[in-house]
């Protein structure tokens, strides 16, 4: 007689989870309930239109953006993995992480993933720079129909002018590390979970 | 028959709510946090300023994103709405599989007295409040058919009431519902509409077992249509065709003829709209609020170590509900009578029903939410995204552009 849900979530996926994610066991099946409550059609993989289905999500002005992030490139399915890894972006950066030897590489919750995270919000074609057209059009959906086109486009200019080093009118990813160096983003880019 | 029956069933009553009280304090190890995160209520305006990198006011900042991206993830982790519509998670467990959630196994003991539980629940409990509640439903439209027969007068009011309360009370027998009725001084009077926080049907029973009210809905078929035309024979309710559902005015001129006439008992309504499972209180909608006379609020607030009342309409059909409803140990309850609110002066439906629900949520012990109940269904509007863009804009050009416009 164990809890519905996390029947469906094997011992050695949560092991998995755990090394790749860094969420202790506790939150990867509390999180398991949460995922497994949003998949309406319970075939264990959330479509778009079930995070839509949550109303905070869906009034945010980014919220099409942030949705998209869950889904793998050309994808329309994000199953509990997928949800998980864009999910361990938002841990904290703890000072002791137990898996700074991880032979991947950083940990997805690293100050250079956060900042990647937010990046590819802005970088609509996947292409690895911001576009004047791209931050365009990702400040008309946050500022919705308040501001005019000329106003948002100076500010677009404005924005690349200062962030761009090379010359090229667009922002590569350096050049927004570079930009937000100042930034307190492991903090502002974290979730407090709890145990 | 029935005498025979009442010492025997609130003597189980009893008897149940001592010993598990008792038990639930031994089985304390079950105890298990379920919020999952914990959020900071910062803010837009005061989150991206103090991104803000200072110095001259650049009027965006590439940071900025990160406020939405934040609030729209902590929104798919743990949000606010969507877990209103699903029975409310326990800290902890009540021995109701159908309440298990993210209990896992933990003990034989445990599977035990689940077991032995299942057995009184389904094997004694069970038949005795079925035979309990078709006595109270078929004497309610026996006897108010009866009455019906009676001319209108003092006469006929004086047994159409004592004919609501004694079936609604063996409905309240047959479902073990032990209720604590609070400030009694406060209970709804004629000419004046009764507006409660809705969790399941079983809101009107416990009620109107309490107190004569006039009822509101839309005409059904089948039992539920019976019922309807034998109690309105005995006292006027208001009962609406699904047509005239959608006419709003219709709706709102026979309410106040209703009220208008100090004979007519007081109208019970549920301006959610919805049922919400009891751990917040949603929009009311401002229809009854637009009809100027008293309002008397009631909030009522189930415990649900002993059972689930909460009716999840898109998961279980009326009858498997009422079936949960019969297996569970109890339904304990407890009702407020507030004391009543008239509309003031300058104030508009939409902020009466908002005062209205707060008083209800604050006695109540209850989540107090903007949101509409209706978004069980439907989609939230596009309103409030443009609100959030506004805000936000305000932010970037405010200093300079906005200057005229921005004074709050």
Redesign the interface.
């Known amino acids: ?6 029947s469906l979530l094997r011992e050695e996926d949560i092991e998995e989870i755990k090394k790749e994610t860094g969420f202790s066991h506790s ?1 990867i ?3 398991y ?2 995922f497994h ?2 998949d309406k059609g319970e075939n264990g993989a959330l479509s778009r239109e079930d ?13 099409d953006r ?1 949705i998209n992030a ?1 889904f793998p490139e050309g994808e329309d399915q994000a199953n509990f993995r997928g949800f998980m890894r864009t ?1 361990a972006h ?1 841990r904290p950066v703890e000072d002791n992480e137990k898996n700074k030897d991880l032979t991947s590489g950083e940990p997805l919750n690293s100050r250079t993933n956060k900042l990647l ?2 990046f590819r ?2 970088d609509l074609d996947r292409d690895d720079k911001i576009s004047r057209d791209e931050l365009l059009q ?2 008309r959906m ?6 005019s086109d000329e ?1 948002l486009g100076s ?1 677009a200019d ?2 690349i002018q ?2 761009d080093t090379n010359g090229d009118m667009c922002i590569s990813f350096s050049e ?1 590390i570079k ?2 160096e ?2 307190d ?1 492991e903090q ?7 145990h | 028959m029935e005498s025979y029956l009442f010492p025997f069933d609130s003597l189980i009553c009893m008897l149940l709510g001592i010993s598990f009280t008792v038990w639930f304090t031994l089985l304390l190890h079950l105890y298990k946090p379920y919020r999952i995160i914990a959020k900071e209520p910062v803010s837009l305006e005061q989150e991206i300023q103090d991104m803000r990198r200072g110095g001259a006011e650049p009027e965006f900042d590439m940071s900025d994103i990160f406020y939405f991206c934040r609030r729209g993830v902590e929104s798919i982790v743990d949000d606010e709405v969507t877990k209103r519509f699903t029975a409310e998670e326990l800290e902890s467990w009540n021995l109701l599989t159908r309440s298990n959630y993210n209990f896992h196994h933990i003990s034989t003991r445990l599977t035990a007295l689940w077991g032995v539980g299942v057995l009184i629940r389904y094997g004694f409990l069970l038949p005795l409040r079925v035979t309990l509640a078709f006595t109270g439903v078929g004497l309610l439209v026996v006897l108010t058919s009866i009455v019906g027969l009676f001319p209108n007068g003092r006469m006929k009011n004086y047994l159409s009431d004592k004919v609501h309360l004694m079936c609604y009370r063996i409905c309240v027998r047959a479902l073990t519902a032990i209720i604590t009725y609070h400030d009694s001084e406060n209970k709804p009077k004629n000419g004046g509409i009764c507006v409660a926080n809705h969790t399941s049907p079983i809101d009107v029973i416990i009620l109107a077992s309490d107190g004569c009210y006039a009822m509101v809905g839309q005409v059904h078929g089948g039992l539920m249509g019976v019922i309807q035309r034998a109690m309105v024979k005995a006292c006027p309710h208001i009962w609406f065709e699904r047509s005239e559902v959608k006419d709003r005015h219709l709706v709102a001129k026979r309410l106040s003829d209703h009220v208008a006439d100090k004979s007519k008992l007081p109208i019970l309504i549920f301006p959610e709209g919805t049922c919400i499972n009891n751990t917040s209180v949603m929009m009311f909608k401002k229809g009854s609020f637009e009809i100027g006379c008293t309002v008397y609020p009631v909030a009522i607030k189930y415990d649900p170590r002993f059972g689930d009342a909460f009716w999840n309409s898109s998961k279980f059909g009326m009858v498997n509900y009422l079936l949960h409803m019969m297996s569970s140990w109890a339904i304990v309850c407890s009702v407020w009578y507030l004391p009543p609110m008239s509309r003031m002066e300058g104030e508009d439906a939409v902020q009466f029903a908002n005062r209205v629900k707060a008083a209800i949520a604050r006695k109540g012990g209850l989540a107090d939410l903007l949101w509409d109940g209706g978004l069980k269904r439907g989609k939230v509007k596009e309103v409030f995204k443009e609100e959030q863009q506004k805000l936000y804009s305000k932010v970037l050009v405010g200093s300079t552009s906005f200057q005229s416009t921005n004074q709050d």
Request: charge should be positive.
């Open positions: 007689m164990g809890s519905r849900a996390s939150q099946t509390r999180l309930s949460r409550s949003l995070f839509q289905r949550i109303p905070e999500l869906a009034i945010n002005p980014l919220g942030i869950f999910l938002f995270f937010a919000l802005y990702v400040l946050m500022v919705g129909v308040n501001i106003q500010i404005r924005t200062e962030a927004f930009v937000l100042k930034v983003v502002k880019m974290s979730i407090r979970f709890l």
